[in-house]
Each structure stands twice: as structure tokens, then as C-alpha cells.
T-cell receptor, first 111, second 115 residues
Framework: QKEVEQNSGPLSVPEGAIASLNCTYS??????FFWYRQYSGKSPELIMF????GDKEDGRFTAQLNKASQYVSLLIRDSQPSDSATYLC???????????FGDGTTLTVKP | NAGVMQNPRHLVRRRGQEARLRCSPM?????VYWYRQLPEEGLKFMVY????????ESGMPKERFSAEFPKEGPSILRIQQVVRGDSAAYFC?????????????FGPGTRLTVT
């Protein structure tokens, strides 16, 4: 079992729809969670981070964390073609000082 | 505030040569991480460094790879006697770890091609 698991996709949604990206983690020592967006051939770009259970909203993005279920998600509202990218989930263990990344979910938003 | 800088952006080496990849962290950041990404694959952790200290090198291959982050200057990832399997994108990330903030910011990467 991978430490951080994501559906590889591809996930395809029509423009304007809500895209839902999911991530589970196995290390209960993980306390901080991050979502990165990576366009093809580019470096990962941090788009959201969440440390506490519940929801965190930033513009069209909402991150959700449930530590009891070891589950993190990212919702993208009003999806745009420019949101088409690979989304990486990362879990950070404060004691180890290390982030573990999932393999990413590829999202395609169709006009 | 300049972001994380990496150079070179592209590096071509022949088998058996050495590759040196450089990373300057974001201003104010003292923690550096190196990751490798093979084509169509995810990010794999290699090493975590603070100034003059290797904190965690559990992701580094035991041979040919080394990393340092000197008191002055950039962090260096060094690959000796490169082989074709070393061809990948190498990303550096930096953070300023303090209570409540652990975000890592990535540089543009160095794309290493071994011929």
C-alpha cells in the first residue's frame, strides 16, 4: 500500500462543473496536507494547504480534511479548461520533517 | 521576493560523466528538499537538508548520489557516473519550517538527459 494514494484518473469534467479530487494517506503521524497543481513539463505549484479537520476555501478551491478517516479532498468549482493539469496530494509528517506525495490525478476540463 | 531557483534548467550528460544540480532556496528559507520525477511518474523524495546538515537521505540511492547544503551558497545534488536511468526531472523545494507553517515551494526543475 502506498503511503499516499490518489486515483490516477484521468478525470474528465465539463467546463463549469465541480471537479472532485480525492486522496487517502496511511501515516497517522501526518499532520499537514497540501495540494499542488502540475502542468505538463512544469514544476508543482502549491494551490492549497490544510492542517485542521474540516473545510478550507480559497476562491474556487475547497480543501477538505478528515483525519479520522485519513482522507483529504480538493474540490474545484466552476472548472475551467486552464485547470487541466495533474493534481498532487502531499502529506507532511512534522516529526519526520518530510512530505510524501501521491502519484497525482490528471484532470481534464472539456470546453 | 525571488522564488526557488535551480540551474541549469536542462543538462545533458554522457554515460559515466558527473552531473551537478544547484538549488537556491527562497529568501528566508533554510530547509531544502530534493525530488526526482521520472517521465509520467510521481514525485519521489530523495533528501532533506538544512544548512550544513543532512536531515533525511532515505530516498537517495546508496551509490553515486550525494547532496549538500553548505553554510554559504546553493544546495548541490551531485550524481557521479551517470547512467541512462538517471534521466529525469529533478526538483528542489524549500520551506521555512516553524510552528504552523510547513509549505514547500518548488523551483522550476533541472531536466537531466543522459545519452
Amino acid at each position: 500500500q502506498k503511503e499516499v494514494e490518489q486515483n490516477s484518473g484521468p478525470l474528465s469534467v465539463p467546463e463549469g462543473a465541480i471537479a472532485s479530487l480525492n486522496c487517502t494517506y496511511s501515516d497517522r503521524g501526518s499532520q499537514s496536507f497540501f495540494w499542488y497543481r502540475q502542468y505538463s513539463g512544469k514544476s508543482p505549484e502549491l494551490i492549497m494547504f490544510i492542517y485542521s479537520n474540516g473545510d478550507k476555501e480559497d476562491g474556487r478551491f475547497t480543501a477538505q480534511l478528515n483525519k479520522a478517516s485519513q482522507y483529504v479532498s480538493l474540490l474545484i468549482r466552476d472548472s475551467q479548461p486552464s485547470d487541466s493539469a495533474t493534481y498532487l496530494c502531499a502529506a507532511y509528517n512534522t516529526n519526520a520533517g518530510k512530505s510524501t506525495f501521491g502519484d497525482g490525478t490528471t484532470l481534464t476540463v472539456k470546453p | 521576493n525571488a522564488g526557488v531557483m535551480q540551474n541549469p534548467r536542462h543538462l545533458v550528460r554522457r554515460r559515466g560523466q558527473e552531473a551537478r544540480l544547484r538549488c537556491s532556496p527562497m529568501k528566508g528559507h533554510s530547509h531544502v528538499y530534493w525530488y526526482r520525477q521520472l517521465p509520467e511518474e510521481g514525485l519521489k523524495f530523495m533528501v532533506y537538508l538544512q544548512k550544513e546538515n543532512i536531515i533525511d537521505e532515505s530516498g537517495m540511492p546508496k551509490e553515486r548520489f550525494s547532496a549538500e547544503f553548505p553554510k554559504e551558497g546553493p544546495s548541490i545534488l551531485r550524481i557521479q557516473q551517470v547512467v541512462r536511468g538517471d534521466s529525469a526531472a529533478y526538483f528542489c523545494a524549500s520551506s521555512q519550517v516553524w510552528d504552523g507553517s510547513y509549505e514547500q515551494y518548488f523551483g522550476p526543475g533541472t531536466r537531466l538527459t543522459v545519452t
